[in-house]
C-alpha cells in the first residue's frame, strides 16, 4: 500500500525552527520529485518547495527561500524540510506529495502534477 505520512509539525515561536519529515511505505521515494505544500485557514494552497528525484534540483516559494531547506535521506526513505526562522504567517497544515518527473522552474508548485499525497502536519507558530 503506498502511504506518505508527514511528521514534525507544531506549535513554535516566531524566529523558531521545526524539522517536518515525509515518509514513504509501499515505493521508494528515489523514484520521485517531491515536493512540499502548505494551506492555511482561508487560503489556497501553495507550493512551498520542491526537490529532484537525483536530489540536484531543488525549489523554493520565494517566501521561504533562505529560510526552508529540502533535502533527502535515502537510507530512510525520507524527505526533509527544514524551517529556520519560523514566521507567524507559515502557519499552515503542511503536505508532501510525489511527482514522477517532468517538473522545472515554471511547474514544480503546481499541485496537479503530484500524485500521491500525505494527510498532512500542522505547523502554528506563535508566540
Known amino acids: 500500500q503506498v502511504q506518505l505520512v508527514e511528521s514534525g509539525g507544531g506549535l513554535v515561536q516566531p524566529g523558531g525552527s521545526l524539522r517536518l519529515s515525509c515518509a514513504a511505505s509501499g515505493f521508494s521515494l528515489d523514484y520521485y520529485a517531491i515536493g512540499w505544500f502548505r494551506q492555511a485557514p482561508g487560503k489556497e494552497r501553495e507550493g512551498v518547495s520542491c526537490?529532484?528525484?537525483?536530489?540536484?534540483?531543488?525549489y523554493y516559494a520565494d517566501s521561504v527561500k533562505g529560510r526552508f531547506t529540502i533535502r533527502r535521506d535515502s537510507a530512510k526513505n525520507t524527505v526533509h524540510l527544514q524551517m529556520n526562522s519560523l514566521k507567524p504567517e507559515d502557519t499552515a497544515v503542511y503536505y508532501c506529495?510525489?511527482?514522477?518527473?517532468?517538473?522545472?522552474?515554471?511547474?514544480?508548485?503546481?499541485?496537479?502534477?503530484?500524485?500521491?499525497w500525505g494527510q498532512g502536519t500542522q505547523v502554528t507558530v506563535s508566540s
Open positions: 506529495a510525489t511527482a514522477l518527473g517532468g517538473l522545472d522552474g515554471s511547474s514544480w508548485y503546481k499541485g496537479p502534477k503530484y500524485r500521491y
Open positions: 526537490i529532484s528525484s537525483s536530489g540536484g534540483s531543488t
